[in-house]
């Protein structure tokens, strides 16, 4: 599923013909592409999947999500989390819930109840599926826009000049280029390692 579909370009583009096979495919080209240009910054694939990732336990070099040694926390790569199907910890497969042996929210967050993981490397195992089903509209909003950029100027002119008419692009759409408030925008979903 991409975040924004061909019609969608198409209205966004206010164009009222209705696309052409291969302007369709031209469209999901420039849209999967401006998909990816979000994702790169972001640093995580935005839509819906199951993973699964081989997490090394917490040590006194950790990120600012794991501050201590022996920590009862885990954060996962990729976020917001929809399922946890399988922890394993040491080879031996863990139970979900508060009376268990761990919890997890939706921001990525393992809670190990009443112990701590295992700090060392390769040491906890787990199988989530993370990621948006519906795309956020923010980031919707960038993913069409870098796609029109690609459809409006294919050949990445500066400006254009036929008889008396002339025009001129904006720096920023002279190709998929994100602009300081995109950056903004994509922080707020970037991985968090």
């Known amino acids: 599923m991409a975040g924004a579909t061909a019609a969608e370009l198409r209205a966004w583009l206010r164009l009222q013909e209705a696309f052409t096979d291969d302007e369709t495919a031209t469209a999901e080209l420039l849209l999967a592409l401006a998909q990816g240009v979000i994702e790169e910054e972001a ?4 839509e819906s999947s199951t993973d699964t990732v081989v997490l090394d336990g917490p040590t006194t070099d950790s990120s600012p999500y794991q501050t201590a040694v022996r920590s009862a926390r885990l954060v996962l790569p990729r976020w917001p989390v929809t399922a946890v199907h399988t922890v394993t910890e040491d080879g031996v497969e863990l139970t979900h819930g508060q009376d268990a042996d761990y919890t997890w929210s939706a921001s990525g967050v393992l809670t190990r109840r009443g112990a701590c993981w295992p700090s060392g490397d390769q040491a906890v ?4 599926t ?3 089903l519906v795309i956020p509209t923010g980031l919707k909003r960038i993913v069409l826009r870098l796609a029109a950029a690609g459809w409006s100027n294919p050949e990445l002119l500066a400006s254009e000049s036929l008889g008396d008419h002339s025009r001129s692009f904006a720096a920023e759409l002279l190709g998929m280029e994100l602009t300081k408030a995109d950056l903004r925008a994509i922080a707020a979903y970037r991985a968090r390692t």
Request: aromatic share 18%; net charge negative; proline share 9%.
């Open 43 to 46: 640093g995580q694939p935005l």
């Open 125 to 128: 195992e787990v199988t989530y």
């Open 130 to 132: 993370a990621g948006f």
